[in-house]
Each structure stands twice: as C-alpha cells, then as structure tokens.
C-alpha cells in the first residue's frame, strides 16, 4: 500500500473546485487536527496561489480552527499565528480572516504583534477610511467580510476608536459601515456610530439616519430627531443624487438570481438572491421570512465560485419550488414581513441590514402590502391537490391538538373517536381563518407577480380555498381543503407522540 503524504494531498485538496474541496475533506485529511493545521500554515507562507487556492485554504484552515483549535493557545499554534502576522505570502485582510478564529482577549495575552496588526489595521484615518472604501467599491459584498472580520472580533474600545477615526467622512461606504455599527450590543458604540453619521452632514448621512430609524427600534428615537435636524440644515436635492444606489452596480440585470418560494405550513417563505460580483465571483443570500415573526434569518455566502454557487443553487431548488420575481416586489414583501415582526415585537437580523447595504436598496422600512385577491374564478378541485406543495405542510402543529391527542399515543387516526374528531375540526377551522387564509392570499399573490403567472390554476386553488374557509360548508366533510387538513393534522400529530414528541415546541 503506498504511502500517504499530507501536506502533497493538502495541495490537492486546496486545488479542487470548492465544491469537491468539501465533499472530499475526510478523503484528503487523515492526520490530527494540530497535524493538518502545522501544514496548512506552511502552505499559507510558501504556496504559490490562484484565487481559488487561497480562498480554499483560508475556507479550510478557519473551518477546522473554529472547531479544533485549544485554549488556552499552546505554544506551537502561538509561533505559526506570529510567522502568519509577518509572512507577505497572503494579505492583511486573509491575515484577519484567520485571525478572526480566536477571541481576541487570548490573541492579545499571547500572541506577541498582534495589537500592533490590530492598530495598523485600523488606527490611522486615511488608510483605513480608504481601505473600507477601495474594498466595498471593487466588490460591495465585503460589506459582509469586513463586519464578520472587524466588528465582530474587536472589543467595544476598539470600535470606539474606529468611529472616532471614520466620524465625519462623507463617503457612502463608510456611513454604511458605521450603520451596522448602530446595531451593536455596547450602547455607546451604537450612539457613537450614530453621531459620526450625522456628522457627515449630507443627503446620504440623511437616508442612513432614517434606515436606523425605521430598521432599529432601540436607536428609533435618537435616528429621528438626527435626521429631522439634518433636514432642516440641508436643502432638498433636486432629485435623488445619493451615491449609495451605485454601491451595487449593475442596473436592472445585476442579479444572477431572484426567487422567492411559496408559503409552508408555518407561516414560511424563503427568498433566494444570487449576485455575480467579478469573475467568477458570486454572492449568495437567502432570507427567512415567517408570517407571525417577520424577517427570521437571513444567510449571506461571499467570493463564491461559479460551481460553488450553482452547488448551492440545485441544494435550495431540491428542496423547494421558487417563482422569479423582480426586485421591486420582492421589497414588497420584505417591507410586509418587516411590518408583521415589529408589530409583534420581533426586531430584524442585522445580516438583512448589511444585505441591504450590499445591493443597494434603497426606502427600506416596515410597510404593509395591500394583497391582490379579487377577480379569480372559482374552481373544482381533487384531493391529489393536496399532495404537492405547499397544502402538503398546511396542517396544524399546536399544542392544544398535542394536548388532546396524548391520550391517544400509539393509535392510528381511525381510531380516533368522531367527537373528537369534530372538535379538533372546529379548532382546525379557527386556524385556517386565522394562519390559512394569509397564507393563500400571499401565495396567489407570489405566483400573480411572478414570471410564472400563467399558472392561473394554481393560483385560483388558492383563492378558492381562501373562499372556502371565510364561507364554510355545513360540515366540514364537505370541504376537501378542510377534511385533508383535519386528517393531515391528527395523523401528524399521532405521529410525532408515536416518535416521543409530546409537543410542537420539542420539534421547532
């Protein structure tokens, strides 16, 4: 059997497409995690790199330091992160990528250069003013970098004395850094990010303050009165002349992808966002939206290949169906959602803030979305309708049926007695009007502004089914949505007991 070589199967590792490179990691790596990270190192200062290669092997080494890497810092991790500080081999932003692995109180007890790094990274105002905006204007996504690299691993008094440095510039690309800094937990960091916006004194600084005053209710109060008293120095442009709609360049085809999926059965809809920065550099986002919560999450994937992102691409589709849409409605319905969180108390992730910065988008602030749902022709519809998505999933996952079912574990749904099988009806006809009927009327909605809106029929089962839960038959048997749900909720349920899930919040 030949023997095996490491550090010769890191390199080819490094050098397959991205894709392969994480399918095929337990095939290439076999020694310990300090083993494979000693020669990761060594390739980090003698490889010769394609962008590909290096954005592999920064990809890899963090990936396996956030999971394997020891506290306190032993002394041969402590000399590989020194040697990684002073070799020319990567940049000073692939430095803090790695970097960005560790607390930043164990690098500065240890690892001797490092607050000297930390200073030349960002202490002196026109380098790094200038680093912030030569780095967002080549490709806007390192918006997303250089938060996960900077803000997130620095130290409140760091950050404050970022702000000091940054307070007063005028360029769009600082405002929108100093923007995600009004989010942050430290309350003086979040009102000194604010003060150094408004000291921009310009219609940009003007459009920042009113994001943080739509989008963050805890500064709310200090954006407005920011904002109304910039208004009253500056004069009106004459037209929108803000610079910030070009931080994302490309017009009207700038996107790759823009899709979003119809509702699931709780109160779920998922948008899909594909940009292409530079060659062979894609920009992957998704946003999580949910009826009761508002914007729930929100994933953003940078400097992606054209594999890597199509790879990600065939996972999202293979799991659920997407309509594309245009951008303006997709704000629609951004803007709902946003509407529904904050009224139920739910703030938004601040990823979405800085996904808005990335693309441009302008105006964004909770706005309710009147829905279409008018002009439909009735029709007849088949049980095999409830079998594809999403009727599949409208089935109800509450405690109250949890608490009237336990008694009956292990049974199947014929065995349920018929009062009781009336009165979760009943409970089921109370959630349709209340989660069902939103649901359809945004699914008819989706399919009408999407560029797949000749499927009328799919649209019209949604708004006969609407119809059909505002005006019920006399018995429930008599409606096909109705009975599918009653039955698809009893025999999920009886399910879920059978596998030990006793209520909904155990499987949320």
Known sequence: ?????????????????????????????????????????????????????????????KFILDRHSPRPLPEWLINELKKVLTTENISDLDKAIILSAFEPEDLLESLEGFEDFVEEFTDFRDSFEDFIVDQIRSNPSKLYDIHKVIIEKSKPEGLLGMIEDLAGSEEPEVLCFLEHLTYHHDSEVSLSALRAIEMASTQDAINILYSVSCLNPLMKDEAERSYISLMQEIPLPPEDISFITDLSRGGKNKYVDLWVSLIDGNGSMSAF???????????????????????????????????????????????????????????????????????????????????????????????????????????????????????????????????????????????????????????????????????????????????????????????????????????????????????????HVLHNLALGVDTSEMIE
């Not at 300090?34 to 962008?51: D, M, P």
């Not at 054209?306 to 990600?312: A, L, N, R, S």
């Open 1 to 61: 059997m030949a023997r095996k070589n490491q550090l010769a199967d890191l390199r080819r590792l490094i050098a397959l497409p991205p894709r392969d490179m994480r399918r095929q990691v337990s095939r290439y790596i076999y020694e310990d995690p300090n083993t494979v990270l000693r020669l990761l190192f060594r390739l980090i200062r003698t490889e010769k790199f394609t962008s590909q290669k290096k954005d592999n092997i920064l990809t890899l080494t």
């Open 273 to 491: 966002i594909g940009r292409k920065f530079g060659r062979n550099n894609y920009f992957f986002a998704s946003i999580l939206m949910k009826l009761k919560v508002g914007i729930k999450d929100t994933i953003i994937l940078t400097n992606l290949t054209k594999e890597g992102y199509e790879d990600i691409k065939r996972e999202y589709f293979s799991e659920l169906s997407y309509y594309p849409v245009k951008e303006d409605y997709l704000l629609k319905l951004i803007k709902h959602f946003m509407k529904k969180g904050f009224s139920n108390g739910f703030a938004i992730p601040l990823d979405t803030v800085i996904l808005k910065n990335i693309l441009g988008w302008q105006n964004i602030e909770p706005v309710e979305y009147m829905l279409e749902t008018t002009d439909y022709k009735p029709l007849s519809y088949h049980p095999k309708d409830m079998f594809q998505f999403p009727f599949e999933t409208w089935w109800m996952h509450e405690d109250s049926i949890y608490r009237l079912l336990k008694p009956y574990k292990g049974k199947q749904t014929c065995d349920i007695p018929d009062s009781l099988f009336h009165k979760i009806a009943e409970i089921f006809l109370d959630y349709a009007r209340r989660e069902a009927v939103p649901m359809c009327e945004l699914c008819s909605d989706i399919i009408r502004n999407s560029s797949y809106n000749r499927r009328t029929r799919l649209r019209r089962l949604f708004l006969t089914i609407r119809n059909e839960i505002l005006n019920p038959p006399e018995t429930i048997l008599q409606s096909t949505f109705l009975n599918f749900g009653v039955v698809a909720t009893i025999d």
